[in-house]
């Protein structure tokens, strides 16, 4: 009998179902375009070069990354126009930062006047010109200044610095990734974008020509779109989506799974999987079975997790068993590489160049 595609595969591995990404990519792409506004993907949800060239190809107009090592990666592998959403700080990491913009268009963003000055110090003595953000904190509370006073007072300091150069705001409201009430993410959403055009407007009035708003995610983008002078949207998890992120936008299907083996039968309706938190993570709540979602992990450990099955579904050893990530992005950093499948066979091995590279 010709073997299943799960059968030739050693696990755990990181399973993508070509077919749905693609749909996924093409969805939001679309999306974009019939709502005239340009999308840049945060592609730390996927980290492979492969995936964010089919990105751009639907129409995307660069991408977004949170960290230098992975800019480099991306850079490396011919994507030339990158936001670093988020700041960098290391004296080492803003080096690295001006010499990639030597070879191609990394902006990347500032909330503070410490690292506004390091930025133009590093940026002058090699001859160049960083083009950045300031961030506009607009409810998560991690990064970004928190009033337009201060926003104002950085902007300012900014104009000041022969090597910096103001090109937008960025803000993103990352809060709101669990609301699940469309109506509520749509209230919460048009307040946290009206902080960031509010920001502007106050940035403009004072002598400033800032037209470029960044913001949003995958639970977000349908109503930042909609805000007038929001100009681009960051959605990530989109591509694969996952079951957290599934229970609140069902327009993506999810993509990705990890594939396990059972291994053990240790009670009545009690298996065991090699797939444990090496494997595939819990910082959302626990995995869920693709195809037994009634079946629940009971206990995570390194390299294995304990599931009960429900009293009519039994599992033999050494059987397959494809479990939904609750936590894409993090699970993605798990993996060398993606098994992809495409029309029931394994079309290829695709590697996660930038995995890891959050240093
Ligand atoms: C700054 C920024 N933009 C966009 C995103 C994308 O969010 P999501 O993966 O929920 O679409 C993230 C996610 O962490 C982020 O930190």
């Not at 230098?68 to 960098?88: K, R, S, T």
């Not at 039968?265 to 195809?291: C, E, S």
Request: proline share 3%.
């Amino acid at each position: 009998m010709e073997k299943n595609w799960k059968d030739k595969i050693s696990t755990p591995a990181l399973i993508l179902n070509y077919d749905i990404m693609e749909k996924n990519i093409e969805f939001m792409a679309n999306f974009a375009k019939d709502n005239n506004i340009d999308l840049r993907p945060h592609v730390k949800t996927h980290k492979c070069p492969k995936i964010a060239q089919m990105q751009l190809k639907a129409g995307a107009i660069g991408i977004c990354v949170a960290r230098i090592g992975e800019a480099e990666i991306f850079a490396q592998n011919g994507i030339d126009d990158i936001l670093i959403a988020n700041q960098v700080v290391d004296l080492n990491q803003i080096k690295r930062l001006i010499d990639l913009n030597k070879k191609c268009l990394v902006r990347v963003c500032v909330d503070s006047e410490k690292n506004i000055l390091d930025l133009n110090r590093i940026a002058t003595q090699n001859g160049i010109t960083l083009e950045v953000l300031l961030e506009v904190d607009v409810g998560l509370g991690r990064n970004g200044v928190k009033s337009g006073e201060h926003a104002l007072e950085l902007a300012n300091l900014i104009k000041k610095q022969k090597g910096l150069k103001l090109v937008g705001l960025q803000g993103y409201e990352g809060h709101l990734i669990s609301v699940k009430d469309s109506e509520m993410r749509k209230k919460l959403t048009e307040s946290c974008m009206n902080l960031l055009i509010g920001t502007r407007d106050l940035l403009n009035d004072n002598g400033f020509d800032i037209n470029y708003l960044t913001a949003s995610n995958t639970v977000t983008y349908m109503f930042s779109v909609n805000c007038k002078g929001i100009t681009e949207i960051q959605p990530g998890t989109y591509v694969f989506n996952d079951e957290h992120h599934y229970k609140i936008v069902d327009e993506f299907e999810i993509a990705t799974t990890v594939l396990g083996t059972i291994s053990n039968i240790p009670g009545k309706r009690f298996y065991t999987t090699d797939v444990g938190l090496k494997a595939i993570t819990n910082d959302n709540g626990n995995p869920i079975f693709k195809n037994f979602p009634k079946s629940k992990i009971k206990i995570m450990t390194e390299e294995h997790s304990i599931f009960r099955s429900t009293p009519n579904t039994n599992f033999k050893i050494g059987q397959k068993i494809e479990i939904n990530p609750t936590h894409i992005c993090t699970t993605v950093n798990l993996y060398d590489f993606f098994t992809v499948i495409k029309d029931g066979e394994i079309i290829g091995r695709w590697d996660i160049l930038a995995r890891g590279k959050n240093y």
